[in-house]
């Protein structure tokens, strides 16, 4: 990650922690059943947006997971400002991208299986 400041790393570190205890901490019935793990946190160089990638397990789940991620998005980042209110001056803006590198994984490996 060039040009990503120690500071954007620790940032984005720590909502990836945040997040995903969040997120563990509603369970899976509120995801539709599906399993939804945070794979990866990227934070802009001001510090006022997060680009959270996470995983969803079984993947046929991933719209409808989306859905409810984007419609408590406000809840999830006013959770996350209560956890980093000493930390942050600033609680950044999350949006929310699938990390779909496991189905390419599936489809490699199916792929080298025929």
Same mark, same amino acid.
């Given at each position: 990650?060039? %040009?990503?400041?120690? &500071?954007? @790393?620790?940032?984005? /570190?720590? #909502?990836?922690? $945040?997040?995903?205890?969040?997120?563990r901490? +509603? %369970?899976?019935?509120? =995801?539709?059943?599906a399993?939804?793990?945070?794979? /990866?946190? +990227?934070?802009?160089? $001001? @510090?006022?947006?997060? &680009?959270?990638?996470?995983?969803?397990?079984?993947?046929? +789940?991933?719209? +409808?997971?989306?859905?409810? #991620? !984007?419609?408590? !998005?406000?809840?999830? &980042? %006013?959770?996350? %400002? &209560?956890?980093?209110? /000493?930390?942050?001056? #600033?609680?950044?803006? @999350?949006?929310? =991208?699938?990390?779909?590198?496991?189905?390419?994984?599936?489809?490699? $490996?199916?792929? @080298?299986?025929?």
């Amino acid at each position: 990650m060039e %040009g990503t400041s120690t &500071r954007q @790393l620790k940032v984005a /570190g720590q #909502i990836k922690r $945040d997040i995903a205890e969040i997120i563990r901490s +509603k %369970g899976m019935a509120a =995801y539709d059943g599906a399993m939804v793990s945070v794979s /990866g946190v +990227k934070v802009s160089p $001001d @510090l006022s947006l997060a &680009r959270i990638y996470i995983s969803i397990f079984p993947s046929d +789940k991933t719209e +409808k997971v989306m859905e409810i #991620i !984007n419609a408590t !998005n406000r809840s999830l &980042r %006013g959770e996350l %400002g &209560r956890r980093v209110a /000493g930390q942050f001056r #600033i609680v950044p803006e @999350l949006s929310f =991208y699938v990390d779909d590198s496991l189905d390419y994984v599936e489809h490699i $490996d199916s792929l @080298l299986k025929q």
